[in-house]
């Protein structure tokens, strides 16, 4: 059972930047869809950013297109957030979040299909 560590998270002003991380535990890391969850107060955990275990293809939240990067480095069991040009409105708990595929295409915008889920970064954007 994999496990998922997030860390970077942290108090920014608005239009700076932040990278999050996420470590997990598992040496097969490399054949797990991951992605990027976040959560506002007295908000739905919703979907920011998810990346096939091939990091071939990656599909994005329409709140954070263009501002936002997934990445991975499956040598060191990592998957990056990059956050540029960040909003009050993107404060939130950010949770990384995998799933077990076989199929290098697996990608998907569903919490539910995420078994596997990180304790949580706080990214507070102020303005």
């Known amino acids: 059972q994999v496990q998922l560590v997030e860390s970077g998270g942290g108090l920014v002003q608005a239009g700076g930047s932040l990278k999050l991380s996420c470590a997990a535990s598992?040496?097969?890391?490399?054949?797990?869809?991951t992605a990027w969850f976040r959560q506002a107060p007295g908000k739905e955990r919703s979907f920011v950013a998810a990346?096939?275990?091939?990091?071939?293809?990656?599909d994005y939240g329409s709140s954070v297109k263009g501002r936002f990067t997934i990445s991975r480095d499956n040598a060191k069991n990592t998957v990056d957030l990059q956050m540029n040009s960040l909003k009050p409105e993107d404060t939130a708990v950010y949770y990384c979040?995998?799933?077990?595929?076989?199929?290098?295409?697996?990608?998907?915008?569903?919490?539910?299909?995420?078994?596997?889920w990180g304790q949580g970064t706080q990214v507070t954007v102020s303005s």
């Open positions: 598992e040496g097969t890391f490399s054949t797990y869809t």
């Open positions: 979040a995998a799933a077990r595929s076989s199929s290098r295409y697996y990608i998907s915008r569903v919490l539910g299909a995420y078994a596997y």
């Open positions: 990346i096939t275990w091939s990091g071939g293809t990656a």
